[in-house]
């Protein structure tokens, strides 16, 4: 069994940025493939970015390329998401989810981002 812990949510103004990060812990050697998904307030969950540990592919939803990176430490079995250039409709729950070749399975707590205008 894996686990997600996220942190590194808050407030802040349009423009800003913001590092959320996501320890893993458990049988980390299991997983194939980290990521991070939101969800604003009536909102359905969509995907914000992902990569897959061997290989370090990553790929990104239009909406965040060019200001979000994702990385990884795999010393540290933790995955961040560095957010610049923030806008308000990036206000919502951001969630770390890993899995293996058939996609997610497992999900953080989530972290609240809420940015100003």
């Known amino acids: 069994q894996v686990q997600l812990v996220e942190s590194g949510g808050g407030l802040v103004q349009a423009g800003g940025s913001l590092r959320l990060s996501c320890a893993a812990s458990g049988r980390t050697f299991s997983i194939y493939t980290m990521g991070w998904f939101r969800q604003a307030p009536g909102t359905e969950r969509e995907f914000v970015a992902a990569?897959?540990?061997?290989?370090?592919?990553?790929n990104y939803a239009d909406s965040v390329k060019g200001r979000f990176t994702i990385s990884s430490d795999n010393a540290k079995n933790t995955v961040y998401l560095q957010m610049s250039s923030l806008k308000p409709e990036d206000t919502a729950v951001y969630y770390c989810?890993?899995?293996?070749?058939?996609?997610?399975?497992?999900w953080g707590q989530g972290t609240q981002v809420t940015v100003s205008s």
């Open positions: 989810a890993a899995g293996g070749t058939g996609g997610f399975a497992i």
């Open positions: 990569f897959i540990k061997s290989g370090g592919f990553t």
